[in-house]
């Protein structure tokens, strides 16, 4: 199967091209649809001379002279340079949907995310029920998410509980409400398994995160072959994914984190589609004004800080899926508010390449503003439908707080806003001071280079048990990452760093916020209590980086067939050593029962123990 989509498009691998904040991308304006130095650096489209069809009139029969100008294919008649084909191939490039491939590739656009999924799917669901007990903080989400199912709060458990659970008896909730410190959206997304299989089983207890991170797979797959164009790194990274230990172990128990990472990643998603969908607002409503004009150019005025571009409807679901992030945990502020700056910056890029003169304050005024407006009161809003089940009930933890504690000059709002407020800062208080010594907390600085796993599970069989031959086994779920990935997606980052510092890439620098809006705030607090998973919610952009560096090996669709070939092999190599990595760990990754010298050969770092 070819990677590239058409014979004249780039395979998508990264290349001079648009910027995620705009600053330096080029705004000259083209002439009958052809693409400016962002499109034409993919390769989208190929460049022709005009033509007397171009230009009736015979005025421009020829590029203006200067050095080399016939070489840009950017460069065109400003006579063509607003119109619909001009202006949208300029500021998207040539291909803007799954339609616009050939009907050959169309269904291997769906059919790739697809088939990587299901192998996600099959590693994630197979022997899901193994092991029969909760095993590390499962013992409070699992617990929480049951008690959601009887009460749409959490609720007190005696002290025997775990044991009762494990036996399939989980009807022993106490009457009274239990104090937690998490948001209930992931907590909800578990009891859905439960409601589905039952509560009295570990399938029912993980299904949601299982499927959840089945989804997350298909999810970047189809986020992949958007950002890159190219059917190959669609595949890769979405292989990827779904073969990588830490987000495989972080898919098969119920912990938050992995349903934290897919909103963050559908988020992404939304917001991709609204940057086109934004290109197109911006071109048609340009190309409307310049149809209007004698010259076939916008008045000067209007270029000014060009057109407002209405209800931005991608933009509602992205803050749907952030409200919905949020309510799973905190941490997911930090991505909307590098998520929204991203957005903005996207528009602004738009309106420079558009031609718009006073495109930093036209953008800021223009789509900052409804950007906000958009994104912050609806997430605020989903995050606050979350709490429900809160809402409706009489006695949940801080419910009738207020009612006990009047607040001179806050009695205007209701007694069950003022209760949240103080729940939330309770919370909040609790997540500050959060410093106890745990065995297996890591600082962030290691998380990158895998350098302190937190073990969620640790048996010893003797031999005679099910499935131990050898003297002493070991039966283990570590959640240590693929090496491939996260050591070559680590120095990816880097690569990004400096294509990003020269080349203006947008897709570098969109990829790098979605790393840093994940990891750089953890190390603002630096005393407080840290588990390596946290690096879940931005992993899968670890993997975009590894993929945007395998791109760039690949080579594009103009290259030599060597210069192809020996990428190929390259990128080949790469992902078949990821799939044996998975291979060798995976005893270690599902609690299968080993020789204890089988379980510390996997063991490779000390600090893994």
């Given at each position: 199967m ?13 290349a ?12 000259a304006?083209?002439g ?12 989208t ?9 171009d ?11 200067g ?35 050939p ?12 088939i990587?999924?299901a192998?996600g ?8 029920e ?8 499962e ?16 609720r007190s458990?005696?002290?025997n ?11 022993i ?19 859905f ?5 039952g509560?009295?089983n ?24 958007k ?9 890769v ?23 934290l990472?897919?909103w ?6 939304a ?14 409503r340009?190309?409307a ?5 004698s ?16 209800m ?9 899926c952030?409200?919905?992030a ?17 957005t ?8 420079r ?16 503003l ?53 729940y939330?800062l309770?919370?909040y ?22 350098g302190?796993?937190?073990?969620f ?14 003297e ?7 959640p240590v ?7 070559g ?7 990004l ?39 879940v919610?931005?992993e ?9 560096v ?10 030599p067939?060597?210069r192809?070939?020996y ?17 060798f ?14 379980w510390?050969?996997?063991?490779w770092m000390?600090?893994?123990?």
């Open positions: 070819s990677q590239s989509p058409v014979p004249t498009t780039d395979s998508g691998t990264p001079v091209s648009a910027l995620p904040s705009g600053a330096t991308d080029v705004a304006s083209n009958s649809g052809e693409p400016t130095q962002e499109t034409a650096a993919r390769g489209t190929s460049w022709r001379p005009p033509s007397r069809q230009d009736p009139a015979g005025s421009n029969s020829k590029l203006p002279p050095r080399g100008l016939e070489g840009h294919r950017w460069i065109a008649r400003p006579a063509a340079a607003f119109s619909v084909d001009a202006l949208t191939s300029r500021l998207i490039g040539g291909i803007q949907s799954w339609r616009d491939y009907p050959s590739l169309r269904l291997w656009f769906w059919l790739i995310p697809a990587t999924a192998i799917g099959i590693l994630r669901f197979f022997r899901l193994v092991p029969h007990s909760l095993v590390f903080d013992t409070y989400y699992v617990k929480d998410a049951y008690s959601y199912l009887v009460s749409g709060y959490e458990w005696p002290a509980a775990n044991d009762s659970f494990n036996a399939g008896n989980p009807e909730l106490l009457n009274t409400p239990e104090y937690v410190v998490h948001p209930p959206v992931g907590k909800w997304m578990i009891a398994g439960m409601w589905l299989f509560a009295d570990p399938f029912g207890w993980r299904f949601g995160a299982a499927l959840t991170g089945t989804l997350t797979v298909f999810l970047l797959s189809l986020i992949t072959l950002l890159f164009r190219s059917h190959t790194l669609g595949a990274a979405g292989l990827l994914l779904a073969v990588d230990g830490h987000h495989l172990v972080l898919s098969r128990t119920s912990l938050l984190d992995i349903f990472a897919f963050i990643l559908a988020a992404f998603g917001l991709l589609l609204d940057r086109d969908d934004g290109r197109r607002r911006l071109a048609s340009l190309a004004r310049a149809a209007a004009s010259d076939g150019r916008p008045p000067a005025k209007q270029l000014l800080a060009g057109p407002w571009l209405g931005r409807w991608w933009r509602l679901v992205a803050g749907i952030l409200g919905l949020v309510g799973t945990k905190w941490s997911a502020l930090f991505f909307v508010a590098a998520f929204g700056l991203l903005v910056f996207w528009d602004m890029s738009a309106r390449i558009a031609g718009i003169r006073s495109w930093p304050s036209a953008a800021v005024i223009k789509d900052g409804p950007a906000f407006l958009t994104i912050v009161p609806i997430a605020a809003a989903t995050y606050v439908a979350t709490w429900t089940g809160w809402f409706l009930s009489k006695d949940a933890y801080y419910r009738q707080w207020a009612a006990t504690n009047p607040a001179p000059g806050w009695d205007w709002l209701p007694n069950s806003v003022r209760s949240l407020a103080h939330h309770e919370a208080k609790f997540h500050q001071g959060l410093s106890a010594d745990h065995p297996y907390e890591s600082s962030p600085w290691t998380w990158l280079v895998m302190r796993p937190t073990s599970y640790y048996q010893s069989p003797k031999q005679g048990t099910a499935g131990c031959i050898a002493t086994c070991s039966s283990a779920i570590l990452g693929n090496p491939v990935v996260w050591w997606g680590t120095i990816a980052l880097v690569i760093l400096f294509w990003w510092a020269g080349r203006r890439d947008w897709r570098a620098g969109a990829i790098l916020v979605g790393v840093g809006a994940g990891y750089l705030p953890w190390f603002m607090y630096p005393e407080r209590t840290m588990f390596i998973f946290y690096a919610s931005f899968p952009f670890l993997v975009l980086a590894l993929t945007y395998l791109g760039l090996v690949l080579g594009r669709t103009t290259d067939p060597w192809r070939r990428g190929l092999y390259i990128v080949g190599s790469v992902v078949v050593l990821a799939v044996l990595a998975t291979a760990f995976y005893p270690v990754l599902t609690a299968e029962v080993i020789s204890y010298q089988e510390r050969m996997r063991m000390p600090s893994w123990i």
